[in-house]
């Protein structure tokens, strides 16, 4: 019952077509949770990479169900088709032409160390309309977020008055890692005043394996400590961390295990590549019903302890504090995340 009444107040929140933060709770329900003001999260269990250069790809985005679609310059992207994806990128922000309703709408531009990075924010970032989140591949440095955060100013000039854009960087190589949680800290630092807040951190595992002369394997051994680390200074700097691609997308049965495993260690989705790997992604990554019922009765406890005005309380035998609070509304909200 409590489920589902929360559930009832979470799915007043709408999602725009394409516009800066997607998931907004109407100011009715608002009031439900005065109380756990924080960041709105924004659910990024599936992260579904869409070639920029590929309309026929591109117009199939409504009717796939990941909550996360990044409209991609870099990597997916031939480097004779990157002027052709800025454009189509742009002109899809432009009319509003693509329904997002219920995703997160983003944009992956190409590294500050391809050279392209520039041209594809001033074109992109010029639409009438922008993506909710932007995505900054291979950020091996605190230079390069420097930079990004410079130069995304530049692009934004007419764009004054909008709110931040969520930033998801990637880490994805040796050097990278290494320097990961100075590179967060500064994230966090530049969130204050650069036209971004930083949100999460994409383990890039490809570029990684490249990178150290790792072999790739399906059991993905190799990449054990790399993973746990991005989770770590993940979860210490409070961001989002999204997991590696399973490359292989014909084998559903291996992406499963993969999948359950990525959250399992704590990461909070997974990159994908193509639709059929979606709802493993997806069911992987959402919480067990046990857990929402338990966030839902958690939620409204505090809810009726605060009007009594009493501070801390116990609930089913746990002493609870704001971090368990936190949690539990990030699971509301997750699962009032409805994915066609
Ligand atoms: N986004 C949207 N639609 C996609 C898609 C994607 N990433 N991948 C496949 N589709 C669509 C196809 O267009 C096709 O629809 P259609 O028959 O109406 O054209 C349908 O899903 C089935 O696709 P399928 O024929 O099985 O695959 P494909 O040969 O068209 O594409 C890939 C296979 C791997 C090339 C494609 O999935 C892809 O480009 N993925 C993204 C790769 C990428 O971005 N890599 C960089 C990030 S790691
Ligand atoms: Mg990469």
């Known amino acids: 019952m409590i489920f589902h009444k929360m559930l009832r107040i979470l799915r007043t929140s709408k999602c725009v077509r394409v516009d800066r933060v997607p998931l ?9 949770f005065q109380a756990l003001e924080s960041k709105q999260y ?46 189509m990128i742009h002109t899809i922000l432009q009319s509003q032409e693509i ?22 924010m001033q074109e992109i970032l010029s639409a009438k309309f ?8 291979k950020v091996d440095s605190v230079e390069h977020l420097e930079w990004f955060a410079d130069k995304l100013k530049l692009a934004l000039k007419d764009h004054k008055d909008a709110a931040k854009l969520r930033l998801i960087i990637f880490t994805e190589s040796a050097e990278s890692l290494l320097s990961l949680p100075e590179i967060c800290r500064r994230g966090v630092e530049l969130s204050r005043d650069a036209p971004f807040e930083l949100d999460g951190i994409v383990f ?3 570029d990684y394996c490249a990178d150290i002369g790792a072999t790739r394997t399906k059991e993905a051994k190799e990449l054990a400590f790399a993973r746990q680390y991005v989770v770590t200074v993940a979860k210490a700097f409070k961001l989002q961390a999204i997991d590696l691609v399973y490359i292989d997308y014909k084998d559903l049965g291996g992406l499963k295990i993969q999948s359950e495993e990525g959250a399992g260690m704590g990461f909070t989705g997974k990159q994908v590549i193509h639709p059929s790997q979606v709802p493993v992604v997806y069911a992987a990554f959402s919480p067990h019903p046990d857990k929402v019922e338990w966030a839902a009765a958690l939620v409204q406890a505090f809810q009726q302890y605060q009007t009594e005005g009493k501070g801390a309380f116990t609930f089913r035998g746990q002493m609870i504090d704001m971090p368990l609070l936190l949690q539990a509304r990030n699971i509301l909200q997750i699962v009032s995340h409805t994915i066609r």
Request: with cysteine; charged share 25%.
């Open 24 to 32: 907004t709770v109407s100011h009715s329900s608002a009031s439900t």
């Open 42 to 87: 924004i659910p990024r269990r599936v992260v579904l990479y869409v070639p920029g250069s590929d309309e026929r790809k591109l117009r199939k985005i409504p009717t796939i169900g990941a909550d996360c679609v990044v409209m991609d310059c870099e990597d997916g992207v031939a480097l004779s088709k990157k002027e052709a994806a800025r454009s």
């Open 99 to 120: 329904d997002f309703t219920g995703k997160d709408c983003s944009v992956r531009f190409n590294s500050v160390q391809s050279g392209l990075c520039e041209a594809d």
């Open 130 to 137: 922008l993506p909710s989140t932007v995505h900054l591949p």
């Open 204 to 206: 890039g595992s490809d």
